[in-house]
């Protein structure tokens, strides 16, 4: 716990913001001195004053309409990341359902993982992308194919890392659970499932990651909602101010689900570290 602290201290966000204020003021210099087009590339201030009013509410507050937190809270911001942050929940779950039971019973049985190991070979260099007419023809425009892409997108960082997971249990393990007389079942449960949750973690990190970036190219495709489908609005009129607002949302979103993810994993194995706390 000390360690995930030591990430947080002052002094290593000190650090850590170096760079990027330097890159900002750079950036702000540039802008200002007349260099770079505004059009193409708008200052820092601009982005900020643009994410502001992305930001807030589009409509002036009447309380006979609604609430006061109703009023703020729907401004075109927080709409396009709940839509987006929904998506990505929704086909991650499908994808990591999917692929969770899978591994599992590919890494537990060599018979299994004879049958479906060549064809998760075939498919699993196939990037989510290269599916959006197939998906688009299966389920039309709207929530379904970007689902289906951000499904694709973590169903393979799950499932290969649940089968390295079951795959690399430590023998010890398996012959003191023998030696105890433990059968297949209680083996797999206590034993196996266990020791391969670091692996299996990992993995569901690095998938809904991969669920986040596939969210923005589908939302540029199929649905009249989310970052994505803003960014590529704004793109249509120029506005690069509102571009660049809506990558640092992204971001800003993506790091939060990422420290979230992180502080998940530490905390569901704190028994793997020894940790007590």
């Excluded at 086909?91 to 049958?115: C, D, E, K, S, T």
């Excluded at 596939?214 to 590529?232: H, K, P, T, Y």
């Excluded at 990558?247 to 502080?263: C, S």
Aim: proline content about 6%.
């Amino acid at each position: 716990m000390s360690q995930a602290k030591s990430h947080f201290s002052p002094a290593a966000v000190l650090r850590g913001s170096l760079v990027p204020v330097l890159v900002i003021a750079l950036w702000q210099i540039l802008s200002t001195s007349g260099l770079i087009n505004p059009v193409v590339l708008p200052s820092p201030v601009q982005v900020v004053v643009r994410w502001w009013a992305y930001l807030l509410p589009t409509e002036a507050y009447d309380p006979a309409q609604s609430s006061w937190i109703l009023w703020a809270l729907s401004g075109e911001m927080l709409f396009d990341a709940w839509s987006s942050l929904y998506r990505v929940v929704l086909g991650f779950a499908v994808g990591a359902g999917l692929a969770l039971p899978l591994g599992l019973a590919m890494g537990g049985n060599p018979r299994i993982y004879a049958l479906f190991d060549p064809l998760m070979q075939v498919l699993r260099p196939i990037p989510p992308i290269a599916y959006i007419p197939l998906a688009i023809l299966w389920f039309g425009l709207g929530n379904a194919p970007a689902v289906f892409l951000i499904a694709i997108g973590a169903f393979f960082p799950v499932l290969m890392n649940t089968i390295a997971g079951v795959r690399h249990v430590d023998g010890i393990y398996l012959r003191a659970a023998r030696n105890l007389g433990a059968g297949k079942l209680t083996m797999f449960v206590r034993v196996i499932l266990p020791a391969a949750t670091p692996y299996i973690l990992a993995g569901a990190r690095i998938g809904i990651g991969t669920a986040f970036i596939v969210v923005i190219v589908s939302e540029m495709i199929a649905v009249n909602s989310g970052l994505g489908f803003r960014i590529l609005e704004a793109r249509e009129f120029m506005w690069s101010d509102k571009i660049i607002a809506g990558m640092f949302t992204i971001g800003l979103l993506g790091l939060a689900i990422d420290i979230g993810m992180n502080r998940l994993n530490n905390h569901l194995l704190r028994w793997h570290r020894g940790l007590e706390n």
